[in-house]
């Protein structure tokens, strides 16, 4: 079974700071994909940025970019020159593809602050 | 743009009750998705299913059913409403295919009394 963990329940950053969150994961998989969501306040949950396992290079979108090791089984998000509006919670996820369907599996968040 | 769209925001429910949620989603995806949301426990995965009439349980089906009967809609159905099951409901849906993401709703806050 696959299993992904967030250790850091909640983080605070100073607006235009730089923060990371950590995500770690356990697999027996070498094919899959990682991804960050976005929880907002409002609740809707949107895709911030993903990973597929056998790309090396590390994704990047805008202030939003990962560090991903294979070999650590690691996928940490970093996000630049925060925004009041990163506020929301974050959900690192695992998807493996198992024939006719997709299958997530989601760490327990962490619940970011981006302090004015 | 992708729209997964529960039917409803909030809910209070009886203990007891028969519980429908219902979950529409336009992008003809193949792949269906019912979550529950707890603090610190993230999303747990309850039935999902990969086609029409076909389902699966997921980690933590006790207590729930569900019914897919046409492609863009997935039901979750909470047989006898029990105060536990008060939590964040997200329903989900993705392709089939291989390189995709899940699209979600914007969940259902069930509050059993």
């Known amino acids: 079974a696959q299993t992904v963990t967030q250790s850091q329940p909640e983080m605070s950053v100073q607006e235009a700071e730089t923060v990371t969150l950590s995500c770690t994961y356990d697999?027996?998989?070498?094919?899959?994909?990682l991804f960050w969501y976005k929880q907002p306040p409002s609740r809707q949950m949107i895709l911030v940025i993903r990973?597929?396992?056998?790309?090396?290079q590390n994704a990047t979108e805008n202030r939003f970019s990962v560090n991903f090791q294979k070999a650590a089984k690691s996928f940490s998000l970093k996000i630049s020159d925060s925004q009041l509006g990163d506020t929301a919670m974050y959900f690192c996820?695992?998807?493996?593809?198992?024939?006719?369907?997709?299958?997530?599996?989601f760490g327990s968040g962490t619940k970011l602050n981006v302090k004015p | 743009d992708v729209k997964v769209t529960q039917s409803s925001r909030y809910l209070v429910k009886r203990t007891g009750e028969k519980v429908f949620l219902e979950c529409v989603q336009d992008?003809?995806?193949?792949?269906m998705f019912w979550y529950r949301q707890d603090p610190g426990l993230g999303l747990r995965l309850i039935y999902f299913?990969?086609?029409?009439?076909?389902?699966e349980k997921g980690d933590i089906p006790e207590g729930y059913s569900v019914s897919r009967e046409k492609k863009e809609r997935f039901s979750l159905i909470l047989e006898s409403a029990s105060t536990n099951q008060t939590s964040m409901y997200l329903c989900?849906?993705?392709?089939?295919?291989?390189?995709?993401?899940?699209?979600f709703g914007q969940g259902t806050r069930l509050t059993v009394v």
């Open positions: 989900a849906s993705t392709s089939g295919g291989r390189n995709t993401e899940a699209f």
């Open positions: 697999t027996s998989e070498s094919n899959y994909y």
């Open positions: 990973q597929e396992a056998y790309k090396q």
């Open positions: 996820a695992f998807m493996k593809h198992d024939g006719n369907f997709n299958k997530f599996y």
């Open positions: 992008m003809d995806h193949e792949n």
């Open positions: 299913s990969y086609d029409v009439k076909m389902k």
